[in-house]
């Protein structure tokens, strides 16, 4: 087994959730497919370049395009959140929240317009196209929930449509865990809109203000928002998750042109830090 490879132990736990089809040909074995996958998940090379060891490179590329298409990463990145969840392993004391930005090789560029290419998550800047990824990770540093948007869009905007993606489903009856105890982010998601958000969730905030804002608040006599930077301290967390992530190169340089095959590749690399 390489090192990119699922293990013996993974595999037990998302082979019985990816789908079996019904009738026609014998299908290729799904384990050496999806090392394929994740043979170019690690390496961000191009499909025809898949080493003959995963088979015919059509075959794997079809196949992540169809799961990506009917949500199979989405169900298996939830499985293992809701497995990890029962046993304890989730720390709910702490989400931290922040982005970071993916440049777009010039081979994302040029999705069809209109129809299915609109919307693709590229977004223009000073360094030309890019991707952003929003994303909230536990205090153990596994990722939570994230989007996907234009390397343009501004961080603020999206606390609250990462904050509502995190869906955690219990074992037994009950609705899925979505709050955790405090959430910690930087200063770019200091806002009077994200602090109401929160507090009107019950969700503690520790979220440094810029100097500007503390000006204006001793301008108006308002008392200055609770910061405590013992806990601040550990929002690295979420930048060493980060760093796990883009050790995968389909995922540090953006390739794909569609936005919900990089979505899918960035399911896949969480998926990876959640696996056994």
């Known amino acids: 087994m390489r090192r990119h490879?699922?293990?013996d132990q993974a595999w037990a736990v998302i082979e019985p959730l990816l789908p079996r089809p019904r009738m026609g040909r014998p299908v290729r074995d799904r384990r050496q497919v999806v090392n394929g996958i994740l043979w170019k998940?690690?390496?961000?090379?191009?499909?025809?370049?898949?080493?003959?060891?995963?088979g015919p490179w059509k075959t794997v590329y079809e196949r992540?395009?169809?799961?990506?298409?009917?949500?199979?990463?989405?169900?298996?990145?939830?499985?293992?959140?809701?497995?990890?969840?029962a046993v304890g392993e989730v720390d709910w004391s702490l989400v931290c929240v922040d982005s970071t930005v993916v440049r777009a090789h010039q081979h994302a560029a040029g999705a069809r317009k209109g129809g299915h290419g609109t919307g693709e998550a590229l977004g223009r800047s000073r360094g030309g196209l890019s991707t952003k990824i929003h994303l909230a990770c536990d205090g153990q540093g596994r990722p939570l929930a994230f989007t996907v948007t234009g390397g343009n869009v501004n961080d603020c905007t999206q606390l609250e449509p990462v904050m509502a993606a995190v869906r955690v489903a219990r074992r037994g009856p009950g609705?899925?865990?979505?709050?955790p105890v405090r959430v910690v982010a930087d200063k770019g998601y200091s806002s009077r809109k994200i602090r109401a958000y929160l507090r009107q969730r019950g969700i503690a905030?520790?979220?440094?203000?810029?100097?500007?804002?503390?000006?204006?608040r001793r301008r108006r006599s308002e008392r200055l928002c609770g910061f405590d930077p013992g806990i601040y301290r550990r929002r690295n967390?979420?930048?060493?998750?980060?760093n796990r992530?883009?050790?995968?190169?389909?995922?540090?340089?953006?390739?794909?042109?569609?936005?919900?095959?990089?979505?899918?590749?960035?399911?896949l690399a969480c998926l990876q830090l959640w696996l056994p």
């Not at 690690?42 to 995963?54: F, H, K, M, N, Q």
């Not at 905030?205 to 204006?216: K, L, M, N, S, Y």
């Not at 883009?246 to 990089?262: E, F, G, P, S």
Request: aromatic share 10%; with cysteine.
């Open 5 to 7: 490879e699922v293990s």
């Open 41 to 54: 998940l690690s390496t961000g090379a191009a499909w025809r370049d898949l080493p003959e060891r995963y």
């Open 64 to 85: 992540f395009r169809r799961w990506s298409r009917d949500g199979t990463w989405d169900r298996l990145l939830a499985h293992v959140q809701q497995h990890s969840d």
């Open 175 to 179: 609705r899925p865990r979505t709050r």
């Open 205 to 216: 905030a520790t979220i440094p203000e810029r100097i500007d804002q503390r000006a204006g």
């Open 237 to 242: 967390v979420v930048e060493r998750c980060f």
């Open 245 to 267: 992530l883009k050790q995968n190169k389909a995922l540090a340089t953006r390739y794909d042109k569609r936005a919900r095959h990089y979505q899918a590749m960035v399911t």
